[in-house]
């Protein structure tokens, strides 16, 4: 299949490592020229030395208006023209179920939600210069109520709804937005790394009761669904939300 995205130019927020830097990594494959963004130089520079082509990379914290556009900016001094905006900054890392504050739920909402809608809100004129297409990480913690924190679950769903309400919007400038929605994803380091660690055996039988697949997933296995969603191949798909999490919400 020719998802024709050889010289599209893609930037990927928080692509510094994880399910980002693994999208980042099967654009650039597919001959995306690649823009980077993570909020450490050093993440940055590590992330860059894992491609075979030259990337762009750019320090900003996405949860800041300011910093978004300016980001934009960047970006469109770096390569002239901007087609494909993955918003993938978010953490499920908060408080439990009932031991919300005013604070978190505002710092949770900044990252999980406020990251994304800022980012399409600068990156709209230039996308639709090109006829561009957004696509959004969400989760199926933002489907239903698995245990994660409730910050965690609420911004996630209020991200989904985001989505399916700008597809009008957006298509108006020919811009298409979609969202992918992962289950457990292993990355080196992350929160399913750390479970395993400390506890294998209960990850083993978390895994075995929960997810038909009985198993995590890997960054490719999102990557993969996001190149397809950003392609032309895709053209006739806006609003919706994929999940990708082995049969655990559906099955
Ligand atoms: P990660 O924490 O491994 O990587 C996140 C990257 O984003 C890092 O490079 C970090 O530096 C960068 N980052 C964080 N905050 C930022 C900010 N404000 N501005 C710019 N960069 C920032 O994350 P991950 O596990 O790969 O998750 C990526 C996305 O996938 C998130 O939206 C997360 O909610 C979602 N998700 C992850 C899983 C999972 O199991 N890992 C499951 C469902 C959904």
Redesign the pocket.
């Given at each position: 299949m020719d998802l024709e995205l050889q010289g599209k130019t893609a930037l990927v927020?928080?692509?510094?490592?994880?399910?980002?830097?693994a999208i980042a990594q099967a654009l650039a494959s597919e001959g995306c020229n690649i823009a980077l963004?993570?909020?450490?130089a050093e993440?940055l520079g590590t992330a860059a030395r894992t491609f075979a082509e030259p990337v762009s990379t750019h320090l900003?914290?996405?949860?800041q208006p300011a910093k978004c556009q300016a980001l934009i900016e960047e970006v469109i001094r770096r390569w002239n023209r901007l087609d494909i905006l993955v918003c993938?900054?978010?953490?499920?890392a908060s408080v439990p179920p009932g031991q919300e504050t005013s604070g978190e739920w505002q710092r949770m909402l900044g990252?999980?939600l406020l990251?994304t809608t800022n980012m399409v809100a600068v990156a709209r004129n230039v996308l639709q210069q090109s006829q561009g297409v957004v696509l959004c990480?969400?989760?199926?913690?933002g489907q239903e109520i698995l245990g994660a924190p409730l910050t965690?679950s609420a911004a996630?769903a209020a991200l989904n709804q985001y989505v399916r309400g700008m597809a009008r919007p957006l298509a108006t400038d020919n811009v298409r937005i979609n969202a992918i929605?992962?289950?457990?994803?292993l990355?080196p380091?992350?929160?399913?790394d750390r479970k395993g660690q400390a506890d294998p055996t209960a990850l083993h039988a978390l895994l075995e009761r929960e997810v038909a697949l009985q198993r995590l997933g890997q960054?490719e296995e999102i990557a993969d669904l996001a190149t397809f969603l950003v392609s032309k191949r895709a053209s006739f798909i806006t609003g919706s939300i994929y999940v990708a999490d082995g049969g655990q919400v559906h099955a």
């Open positions: 927020t928080g692509s510094g490592r994880g399910i980002g830097l963004n993570a909020r450490t993440t900003a914290d996405v949860s993938n900054v978010g953490s499920g990252l999980n990251a990480i969400s989760s199926i913690c965690y996630k929605a992962p289950g457990n994803i990355t380091g992350g929160v399913w960054p």
